[in-house]
């Protein structure tokens, strides 16, 4: 049975009125929430990337791909926030969220609770982004099964009320399964994997080229042939522990799904074309597209 999100946070049930700041979206009576679900309650899927130009163009392609009858440009939802881009098409939100988890996680917290008030049936919460590779070719579309810390430990870590807070960082077992089948037959391959999500783009994913790097060439070789031998790790990003990590603690279902834009066994600097890049952001799209249609299929 379609379930509404629960939010494992006993305070929001005591509060009249929340304004989703980021998203400068009111809701003035959390009581009776029926405007949010009249704009919307048909969301199923909460798809997040970095960019918004991005998440304009995953707008568009959808909204094609889905049959969605609008010629309009799509309206930035949330421009008067300044700070992050909404796009809706049909059931699909697409949201960026900026670099990193603390960017990230300030928009999901805001996404999560905006899906509770709109009493979302189901909500699958995607994010939709690019990564370094670890010993596969660029242009190698990544679903992650296991997201992994800096420390190289499953499970995201972050400071709350003065104490260091532990938490599971995996995603859910059937949207890995389903977005990898929906990756078969392409002239590119998709993956399982486990991936690293790193604080910092330059020292934290072992980077040599960084303003600063006291290890040497070597340590950082070691350190990435660790993650691939020991961790099964094929690709670095800066959101996946987060991500996986507090949509698990909301029961709610998540994937993660990235194309690799260099091989980091093989350099540090992300020197491809914009036409190539452009090209690889569109691989996660593909796949995303048919799941997308294919669990509407299933449940309408
Ligand atoms: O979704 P994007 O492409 O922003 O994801 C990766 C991870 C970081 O946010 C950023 C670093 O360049 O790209
Ligand atoms: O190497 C890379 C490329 C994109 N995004 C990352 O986080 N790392």
């Known amino acids: 049975m379609a379930q509404s999100v629960e939010l494992k946070n006993p305070h929001l049930n ?7 700041y980021h998203l400068a979206l009111n809701v003035p009576n959390t009581k009776d929430t029926r405007d949010i679900q009249k704009r919307f309650g048909d969301v199923k899927f909460i798809c997040m990337g970095g960019t918004a130009s991005r998440m304009l163009e995953l707008a568009l392609f959808l909204r094609e791909l889905l049959g969605v009858k609008d010629n309009s440009e799509p309206e930035d939802l949330c421009r008067s ?3 992050y881009a909404v796009y809706k098409v049909g059931p699909v939100l697409c949201a960026s969220h900026g670099v990193g988890m603390s960017t990230f ?5 805001e996404l999560l609770k905006l899906v509770r008030y709109a ?3 189901d909500p ?16 190698t579309v990544v679903v992650t099964k ?15 009320l003065g ?3 532990v938490r599971p960082a995996n995603f859910t077992a059937d949207v890995v399964k389903d977005l990898v089948a929906c990756g078969l037959g392409d002239n590119f391959k998709t993956i399982e994997a486990n991936t690293m999500a790193t604080e910092c783009f330059y020292e934290g994913q072992g980077r040599t080229d960084g303003a600063v790097c006291n290890y040497s060439e070597e340590d950082k070789m070691q350190f990435l042939r660790k993650c691939h031998d020991e961790k099964g790790i094929r690709n670095i990003e800066m ?14 279902k998540a994937g993660d799904i990235c194309v690799t834009l260099i091989d980091r066994l093989k350099g540090d600097q992300v020197e491809i074309s914009m036409e190539t890049k452009s090209e690889y952001e569109h691989r996660p799209f593909i796949i995303v597209g048919r799941y997308i249609q294919k669990i509407l299929a299933s449940t309408t």
């Not at 959101?239 to 949509?247: G, P, Q, R, V, W």
């Open 163 to 165: 104490e260091k807070v």
């Open 105 to 109: 996680s300030v928009v999901l917290h």
């Open 239 to 252: 959101e996946a522990t987060m991500f996986s990590s507090l949509t698990n603690l909301c029961n709610v």
């Open 146 to 160: 296991e997201a992994y810390n800096g420390y190289l430990r499953n499970e995201h870590e972050i400071a709350i």
């Open 119 to 121: 009493k979302c049936q």
């Open 124 to 139: 699958v919460f995607l994010r939709i982004g690019t990564c370094g590779g670890v010993g596969v070719p660029p242009g």
């Open 81 to 83: 926030g300044n700070r």
């Open 14 to 20: 005591k509060m009249s009125q929340d304004y989703l």
